[in-house]
T-cell receptor, first 115, second 109 residues
Framework: ETGVTQTPRHLVMGMTNKKSLKCEQH?????MYWYKQSAKKPLELMFV???????ENNSVPSRFSPECPNSSHLFLHLHTLQPEDSALYLC??????????????FGPGTRLTVL | TQLLEQSPQFLSIQEGENLTVYCNSS?????LQWYRQEPGEGPVLLVT?????EVKKLKRLTFQFGDARKDSSLHITAAQPGDTGLYLC?????????FGEGTQLTVNP
């Protein structure tokens, strides 16, 4: 595997289900991100992890729960979602150097549909 | 919060035409990136610009960073159907990137 991988690619769930999205980066980066992409909206940053520590939570509802067990893996645990949470969820990674050129590499995304 | 405005939102052209898309803000960026995203996939990084006035070329794509580091443009020469996609600009500030809404480009054969 190379780059950033995400599983599953597609997920349909009911509002009472619990599911998890998985992301793995094979680039040796030290930061990982979750984004939400909805139709006709800019990419919305949800969470940032730097060296496994959460450094940003962009006012995300508690029904989304991130987990970063190590610098290569990132999970997004989902429970009691709403239909408006249906979107493409993208994971990204980057190597933060402090210089300012934060190049992010994205996975293919998980297309989530909440019924 | 940095806001990025991309224009135009939609662009449909014929193969062989030239085009320019823009990314503007009232804020100064430490860096700016351009990505292309195809349906059902994640954005793919095309280029990063960090110096005011910088120009970078990637085959038929020319990227320019404004002198004041508040705006950027992407020019495509002799567009091809394979250039079709959503072009996103992202502006850097520390560990976060703020993205514009994107320009949806369609190149018709």
């Amino acid at each position: 595997e190379t780059g950033v991988t995400q599983t599953p690619r597609h997920l349909v769930m009911g509002m009472t289900n619990k599911k998890s999205l998985k992301c793995e980066q094979h680039l040796g980066h030290n930061a990982m991100y979750w984004y939400k992409q909805s139709a006709k909206k800019p990419l919305e940053l949800m969470f940032v992890y730097n060296f496994k520590e959460q450094t940003e939570n962009n006012s995300v509802p508690s029904r989304f729960s991130p987990e970063c067990p190590n610098s290569s893996h990132l999970f997004l645990h989902l429970h009691t979602l709403q239909p408006e949470d249906s979107a493409l969820y993208l994971c990204a990674s980057s190597q933060l150097t402090g210089v300012g050129d934060n190049e992010q590499f994205f996975g293919p995304g998980t297309r989530l549909t909440v019924l | 919060t940095q806001l990025l405005e991309q224009s135009p939102q939609f662009l449909s052209i014929q193969e062989g035409e030239n085009l320019t898309v823009y990314c503007n803000s009232s804020s100064v960026f430490s860096s700016l990136q351009w990505y292309r995203q195809e349906p059902g996939e994640g954005p793919v990084l095309l280029v990063t610009v960090v110096t005011g006035g910088e120009v970078k070329k990637l085959k038929r794509l020319t990227f320019q960073f404004g002198d004041a580091r508040k705006d950027s443009s992407l020019h495509i020469t002799a567009a091809q159907p394979g250039d079709t996609g959503l072009y996103l600009c992202g502006a850097g500030s520390g560990s976060r990137l703020t993205f514009g809404e994107g320009t949806q480009l369609t190149v018709n054969p």
